[in-house]
């Protein structure tokens, strides 16, 4: 089975720009969760979207947002992007089966932002 | 109270030694407990689980252990090897379909 995929994996952006990352999930999985990952923050949860619908959201300000589609493949978009934004965005799938909360992470997206 | 700490933050021992990595939580709520291994380069992946109706699990050469009124679980790496370097994180989870991921604890393992 193929694993969670991300594009891009690497991405340069200027201040104030917006950009948009996608996840495909593993075949099957119907949950998607979006991360940050910074060396000074660690990995912090961002939002988790099931059957399109986000069912929780992290302490992260507006200018972060994602959506799922019917076929569970997930974008995150940040607007108006600020220096501190630079890190590596990570996308977990889950199957989510009963008593199961296995997320299993892709390999990122970098962003950094100039 | 949704902290999961993680100690030590870096950690170097000799190959075939016993690598410990300890974490406390302090959400009750949590009811799952995963242990996350990520390389340079890469996304976590998933080592190993354990829920709190049991004190301790165990795949080959790592071993969780959970003490549910101290809120600490910690993993074993048994006959650790040059190839378990790397940044290991333990979460906390529950029915809000979030993890909350302690800080990393980077080990190196020297040949």
């Known amino acids: 089975k193929a694993g969670v995929t991300q594009t891009p994996r690497y991405l340069i952006k200027t201040r104030g720009q917006q950009v948009t990352l996608s996840c495909s999930p593993i075949?099957?999985?119907?949950?998607v969760s979006w991360y940050q990952q910074t060396p000074g923050q660690g990995l912090q949860f961002l939002f988790e979207?099931?059957?399109?619908?986000?069912?929780n959201k992290g302490n992260f300000p507006g200018r972060f947002s994602g959506r799922q589609f019917s076929n569970s493949r997930s974008e995150m978009n940040v607007s108006t992007l600020e220096l501190g934004d630079s890190a590596l965005y990570l996308c977990?799938?889950?199957?989510?089966?009963?008593?199961?909360?296995?997320?299993?992470f892709g390999p990122g997206t970098r962003l950094t932002v100039t | 109270q949704q902290q999961v700490k993680q100690s030590p933050q870096s950690l170097i021992v000799q190959k075939g030694g016993i690598s410990i990595i300890n974490c406390a939580y302090e959400?009750?709520?949590?009811?799952?407990f995963p242990w996350y291994q990520q390389f340079p380069g890469k996304g976590p992946a998933l080592l190993i689980a354990?829920?709190?109706?049991?004190s301790e699990k165990k795949e080959g050469r790592f071993t969780i252990s959970f003490n549910k009124s101290a809120k600490q679980f910690s993993l074993h790496i048994m006959d650790s090897q040059p190839g378990d370097s790397a940044t290991y994180f333990c979460?906390?989870?529950?029915?809000?379909?979030?993890?909350?991921f302690g800080k990393g604890t980077l080990l190196t393992v020297n040949p």
């Open positions: 075949s099957g999985h119907r949950s």
């Open positions: 959400n009750t709520a949590f009811d799952y």
């Open positions: 977990a799938s889950s199957l989510l089966a009963p008593g199961g909360y296995e997320q299993y």
């Open positions: 979207y099931f059957s399109e619908t986000q069912r």
């Open positions: 354990i829920r709190p109706d049991v």
């Open positions: 979460a906390g989870g529950g029915s809000n379909y979030k993890l909350t």
